[in-house]
């Protein structure tokens, strides 16, 4: 049951980043002046979307601490990590970014590294 906590603050840390990018996508680049900026902010606090977001970051908190109350820190956290992994395999689905061999060999050193992390 711990290991579905560690999963839903991944799943929902991944979701309001990816949810994030999207939305700032859509309502573009952020503006010069100080006027057009407040609105450009505006806009995005009260998209239903960027809402989701943010409640996604408070679920991802909750069972964040959920899985701190059943494992060490120190075997958990490298867990997170995966959240790289999976930004990068979804952002290049979803933003068609560039998956290059570069970040597919850093993804690998990280999923190497939490393997090495948690066995000892």
Do not use: N
């Not at 290991?3 to 991944?14: C, D, H, S």
């Not at 408070?58 to 059943?70: D, G, I, N, Y």
């Amino acid at each position: 049951m711990e290991f579905l906590y560690i999963f839903g603050a991944i799943i929902f840390t991944v979701y309001g980043q990816l949810i994030l990018k999207w939305r700032v996508v859509y309502y573009g680049s952020l503006p010069v002046s100080v006027t057009d900026k407040a609105m450009f902010f505006g806009k995005l606090l009260i998209d239903p979307f960027i809402i989701s977001g943010f409640v996604a970051a408070f679920l991802a908190f909750l069972c964040w601490m959920a899985a701190m109350t059943k494992l060490e820190l120190s075997f958990a956290y490298p867990f997170m990590s995966l959240s790289f992994v999976l930004v990068l395999v979804l952002s290049g689905l979803f933003f068609h970014e560039p998956i290059t061999l570069p970040k597919i060999t850093g993804m690998i050193l990280i999923v190497a590294g939490i393997i090495v992390s948690v066995q000892g």
